[in-house]
């Protein structure tokens, strides 16, 4: 009968043996660790990591009443450990980390009596530990815009150091900063917070050195000056309000004629730009045309008349910061008739018509008076024998006459008695009577 027994007492031993593995079988994969740290640290200071125990379905899960239900392991070397506090379903370490670099830490937790048991949670995390200062360089303004990065021009910028030492390892040094601006400016100063005002749009880059000393006292060598450096940037996209619109294009134009207006914007993009074709100059309502985004300081306008008459380009442009107006008139006149082109030539024919009938009526004048001094001539044999002057003084009295004589019709009295009377068309046949 004991031989009967003996199979039914070991199976019985067996299950006993497996009862503190049923809550780890159970519970593994319902639950999850969650780890929290405030790393990163420079070296020599001291790293917080805790971590938690909760349900690995968003707390659907209760957790165990017991308080003693689970234990805690960590692997955390070669970080040296300077503290440990276990809770219930938490647990926190404080390690310090004497040489740069990324250090694994590991945690799992197992039933409380069974530590060989396998794992409800594990999670793993790597530490940054760092030979440099530890921080961020902060940029604000009172006015706040929608992009990343972007700060408004001729409003004051308020620029700060924060160092991240959560442990209190710089508490008693004492620092330095070194300005760049990205424009030229560079300052010194003792205070982590400093004000500037940019006057110029652009992408400006901020860099900033800082320098940590401390008195710190070592084994065998005493009271000694540590100190720790920093380098810390920030780019700044600096952007300006509207002032206004520069409109260059034309203020006549033909119809049927394409027509190209250019805007200069007086601001900072990205913005958008509306714009529609008035009898009248008024500003632009809601809703009245359709926005156009626009990314550079310059936009171009095209539009092709097909009626006369006078209008107005409504324009608006905007973006985030502000907005502006402006208005540009414009004469359209028809195809056929050009004000400019057309009151040229019309002059210069008007000009023609009075340069014929002045030439017209000098000529009839003159041609009056010719007459009348032929008829009043000498015609006799004698009168053609008369001697004639000689070549230069003929010469002289047409190019110098002007000059030598008094008036002007003496001058053309020369001229006529010069150059005589036209000869006949036939010649004369004289008649003798014996």
């Known amino acids: 009968m004991a031989s009967a027994l003996w199979p039914r007492v070991s199976h019985i031993l067996w299950l006993a043996c ?6 780890a079988v159970v519970a593994a994969g319902l639950y999850e660790l969650r780890l929290i740290t405030n790393s990163p640290a420079t ?11 909760v349900s690995s379905d968003n707390g659907s899960l209760v957790l165990p009443t017991d308080t003693h239900s689970y234990r805690f392991h960590w692997i955390h070397s070669p970080l040296l450990l300077t503290g440990k506090t276990d809770e219930a379903f938490s647990s926190t370490i404080r390690t310090v980390g004497n040489v740069p670099g990324d250090f694994p830490v590991s945690v799992w937790v197992t039933a409380a009596n069974c530590g060989m048991c396998q794992p409800v949670a594990r999670s793993l995390l790597v530490l940054s530990v760092t030979e440099f200062l530890v921080g961020k360089l902060v940029v604000t303004q009172n006015t706040s815009l929608p992009w990343p990065s972007s700060y408004l021009t001729k409003t004051v910028l308020k620029l700060s150091f924060l160092l991240h030492d959560p442990s209190d390892f710089f508490k008693t ?3 330095l900063y ?32 800082v320098v940590a000393e401390w008195e710190q006292t070592t084994l065998g060598a005493g009271k000694g000056i540590m100190q720790k450096k920093g380098d810390f940037s920030a780019s700044l996209k600096l952007r300006e309000t509207l002032r206004g619109i520069q409109v260059l294009g034309p203020t006549q134009i033909q119809t049927f004629q394409k027509m190209t207006v250019t805007l200069n914007f007086l601001g900072s993009p990205p913005l958008t730009v509306c714009w529609r074709l008035k009898p009248e100059c008024l500003p632009l309502e809601e809703g009245e045309c359709r926005p156009v985004p626009v ?5 171009n306008l095209t539009h092709t008349f097909r009626d006369p008459g006078d209008y107005c380009f409504s324009i608006r442009a905007e973006n985030v910061i502000s907005k502006t107006h402006q208005y540009h008139r414009i004469q359209v006149w028809p195809s056929s008739i050009q004000p400019a082109v057309f009151a040229f030539p019309c002059a210069t024919l008007i000009t023609m018509m009075l340069a014929f009938i002045m030439y017209v009526t000098l000529r009839n004048a003159a041609h009056q008076k010719d ?4 008829a009043g001539s000498d ?26 004589l008094d008036t002007p019709s003496e001058y053309l009295e020369v001229v006529r008695e010069n150059h005589g009377l036209l000869p006949p068309l036939y010649k004369s046949v004289k008649t003798y009577t014996v």
């Open 173 to 175: 040094a004492w620092f």
């Open 178 to 209: 070194r300005w760049d601006f990205g424009d030229g400016t560079l300052l010194v100063t003792e205070d982590s917070t400093v004000s500037y005002n940019y006057s110029t749009i652009g992408t400006v880059t901020v860099k900033l050195k």
């Open 295 to 299: 990314a550079s300081t310059a936009y």
């Open 18 to 23: 497996l009862l503190p593995l049923a809550p």
């Open 379 to 404: 015609f006799s044999p004698m009168s053609d024998k008369s001697p004639e002057p000689p070549t230069g003084a003929k010469c002289c009295q047409m190019c110098c006459g002007p000059f030598l």
């Open 43 to 53: 070296t020599g200071a001291e790293v917080t990591i805790m971590a938690s125990l």
């Open 371 to 374: 007459v009348a001094e032929a």
